[in-house]
Every structure is written in structure tokens, then in C-alpha cells.
């Protein structure tokens, strides 16, 4: 299981990379109820510091995706970095 700073935003807000506008409001208003602070929903699942990371990963995974020029430039990134071959580091 891959931890939350290796989530990305699509992840963060549990979207599809083709989410709609609404769509992204919708998801990042539930999560943002689900991990509010003092929330019981939350209280045996993460610690306050692992809230505290998802809430501020929300926040930044939202203001990118519900902002077009941003969210273009963000996938633009995530596939730049899909294709770009692994670093192969040789060991003497």
C-alpha cells in the first residue's frame, strides 16, 4: 500500500483523470466532512498527523484539479514524468 505523499491528486480526491468540474467539488466537499478535524470517522482509523497531511494534500489536490490552466499543466507534468525513463544508478 503506497502512502499518502505518493498519492496523486486524482488519487487524494478518489477521481477519475476525466472528473468533471462538479465532480471534483463533490468528492473534495465529502472528504473535507470525512476529514475535518475532530472527526469520528477518523478517530481509529489515522493518527492527527495523518489527518492533518490528508487535509493539507485535499487542499492543494483541489486547487489544482478545480482550476483548469493548473490541472492542464499538472497532467501535462504526470505524463512528462510517466515517460521518462527510470534513473539507473550504477554501483561501483
Given at each position: 500500500?503506497?502512502?499518502?505523499?505518493?498519492?496523486?491528486?486524482?488519487?487524494?480526491?478518489?477521481?477519475?483523470?476525466?472528473?468533471?468540474?462538479?465532480?471534483?467539488?463533490?468528492?473534495?466537499?465529502?472528504?473535507?466532512?470525512t476529514y475535518a478535524e475532530g472527526s469520528l470517522a477518523l478517530y481509529s482509523l489515522f493518527s492527527e498527523g495523518d489527518a492533518v497531511v490528508m487535509r493539507e494534500r485535499m487542499e492543494e489536490a483541489y486547487r489544482v484539479l478545480s482550476d483548469l490552466t493548473r490541472r492542464r499543466g499538472y497532467d501535462e507534468s504526470q505524463r512528462d514524468a510517466k515517460e521518462r525513463p527510470p534513473a539507473f544508478v550504477q554501483h561501483a
Amino acid at each position: 500500500m503506497r502512502g499518502l505523499e505518493e498519492l496523486d491528486h486524482y488519487e487524494i480526491l478518489e477521481l477519475s483523470r476525466d472528473a468533471s468540474f462538479q465532480e471534483i467539488d463533490e468528492a473534495y466537499r465529502i472528504l473535507r466532512e470525512t476529514y475535518a478535524e475532530g472527526s469520528l470517522a477518523l478517530y481509529s482509523l489515522f493518527s492527527e498527523g495523518d489527518a492533518v497531511v490528508m487535509r493539507e494534500r485535499m487542499e492543494e489536490a483541489y486547487r489544482v484539479l478545480s482550476d483548469l490552466t493548473r490541472r492542464r499543466g499538472y497532467d501535462e507534468s504526470q505524463r512528462d514524468a510517466k515517460e521518462r525513463p527510470p534513473a539507473f544508478v550504477q554501483h561501483a
